[in-house]
């Protein structure tokens, strides 16, 4: 039986194209989307078809309208999602994810984009938890207000409760003076001289 040399040139390049066979087996990832956005935080994932043996995956990140790549790789690992940080507010990003696998990666998914929402205002939550506060101060504030009205006018109605009487006590008193100088006056006076006194007469 005569054996069958291959010379090796010839099988390297059998190698490298039998790889790249394999390589190539592998399908791009499906489903990429993005995820808890946020100013500066987003989880990319994505998914694999079923019965691929892959062993990692490799993302590359670019801001749109600039051409510097941001390239994140990380093997040994069956997950498939990914962090993104240090993300900037309000920016446009583009985001492909490949497989990884033994023989290499496979070819890069659809491009993902996305934009990063604006940065919060600091300071909103305890804004709110302020203005909470503040509602409860104006509440008892307020509370407290209406009970000094309260007593004011309870006072005040105390006051002229206590004129009334006073205006009735003398109201009454009236007429038993206007009786009394009567009298007096009547004692006073005799028949001649009604206005009181005698008069006298000049010898």
Known sequence: MRGFFMPTPLLVLSCFGASWVVANSLVAPVNVSIKDLKSSYGLLTWDTPDGE??????ITQQKKDVHMLRFIQEVNTTMRSCALWDLEADTDYIVHVQSISVSGPSPVS???QFRSPREAVKGSESKDEVTMEEVEQNAQLRAVELIIIVVVLIMWAG?????????DIIKDNEPNNNKDKTKNSSECSTPEHPSGG???SRV
């Open 110 to 112: 659809e491009p993902l």
């Open 53 to 58: 043996s892959v062993i990692g995956f490799a």
């Open 198 to 200: 005698l008069l006298r």
């Open 159 to 167: 006051v002229i409760v206590l004129f009334c009487r006073q205006y």
